[in-house]
Nanobody
C-alpha cells in the first residue's frame, strides 16, 4: 500500500521559514515524480513544486521561485520542501503526492495527474 506522510507544517510569521517533509513507503516504481501542492480555502489545489525521481528535474511555480527548494533523499524515501521568506499568501494546506512514470515538465503540474496523496499539513503565515 502506497503511503505518503507529511510533517512540518505550523504557524510562522511573515518572512519566516518552514521545512515540510514527506515520507513515502509501499512502492517501488521505476520512475515517479514527487509533487508538492497547496490548497487555500475555496480554491483549487495548485502545484507549488515537483521533483522527478530518476534525474532530479525540478519545477517551481512562479509565486515561489527563489523562496522554496524541493529535494529528495531516495535512499531514505524522504522528500522535503524548504520554504523561506514566507508570505501570508502562502497560507494553505500543503500536500505531497506521487505521479507514477516518467515526467517531463512542460507546464504547471495538475492535481489530476497525480496518483497518490498524503493527508496534508497546514501552513499558516501570520503575525
Amino acid at each position: 500500500e502506497v503511503q505518503l506522510v507529511e510533517s512540518g507544517g505550523g504557524l510562522v510569521p511573515p518572512g519566516g521559514s518552514l521545512r515540510l517533509s514527506c515520507t513515502s513507503s509501499g512502492f517501488s516504481f521505476d520512475d515517479y515524480t514527487i509533487g508538492w501542492f497547496r490548497q487555500k480555502p475555496g480554491k483549487e489545489r495548485e502545484a507549488v513544486s515537483a521533483i522527478t525521481h530518476n534525474d532530479g528535474s525540478t519545477y517551481y511555480a512562479d509565486s515561489v521561485k527563489g523562496r522554496f527548494t524541493v529535494s529528495s533523499d531516495n535512499a531514505k524515501n524522504t522528500h522535503e520542501l524548504q520554504m523561506t521568506n514566507l508570505k501570508p499568501e502562502d497560507t494553505a494546506v500543503y500536500y505531497c503526492a506521487v505521479q507514477v512514470g516518467t515526467v517531463v515538465f512542460t507546464g504547471r503540474p495538475r492535481a489530476y495527474q497525480y496518483d497518490y496523496w498524503g493527508q496534508g499539513t497546514q501552513v499558516t503565515v501570520s503575525s
